[in-house]
């Protein structure tokens, strides 16, 4: 992305998806909610970059939390969502230089996505830990894995879906990729 402009806007755009997708489908939990949004948390990181990605997670789903009245959550959100997005990307780019061919895209992808989604649940495990005490720590283990699998399952095969579309790649420069099949 060469324009400032343009980064904001993408910027926005994934902070909207990732706060629309939070509050789309929300399955009540005794710990907080079972939720979507972690498929644009990922896809944030993956197309935007560990900067502009996390920022864009950590403000979407954030603001998630607010309007749907868990703004107890939104601080520790903004943390774990905006890490959740730049380690998804560190992640992705670090297994991509180990596998280089485009048709295995999805390798580094689900790399990233394991290691995103471990943070996320470790991170509200500690937060609900404080919050709750170890016990309510522990009974949203469950909710958050299976949030974290599902999501990282249905992000990794969106991208694998939009990945080959060149148009799309010319969008986002960090897709741009010199490694031939």
Do not use: H
């Amino acid at each position: 992305m060469k324009s400032m402009a343009k980064k904001l806007a993408f910027a926005a755009l994934f902070a909207a998806l990732c706060c629309v997708s939070t509050l789309i489908i929300i399955i009540p939990l005794p710990n907080g909610y079972f939720n979507t949004g972690d498929v644009f948390v990922l896809l944030s990181g993956w197309f935007l970059g560990p900067l502009y990605g996390a920022v864009a997670a950590a403000v979407g789903s954030a603001l998630a939390d607010l309007w749907s009245g868990f703004a107890l959550y939104a601080p520790a959100t903004f943390l774990i969502k905006g890490s959740n997005a730049a380690l998804a990307w560190l992640i992705a780019a670090c297994v991509k230089k180990l596998v280089k061919k485009d048709s295995l895209d999805c390798i580094p992808r689900i790399a990233g996505a394991l290691t995103g989604e471990a943070v996320m649940v470790l991170g509200y495990f500690l937060f609900e830990s404080v919050l709750y005490g170890f016990a309510g720590g522990v009974a949203a283990l469950v909710g958050n894995t299976l949030q974290g699998i599902c999501c990282g399952v249905v992000a990794v095969a969106l991208f694998s879906a939009i990945y080959p579309v060149q148009s799309v790649r010319n969008l986002f420069p960090l897709l741009q990729t010199k490694n031939p099949d």
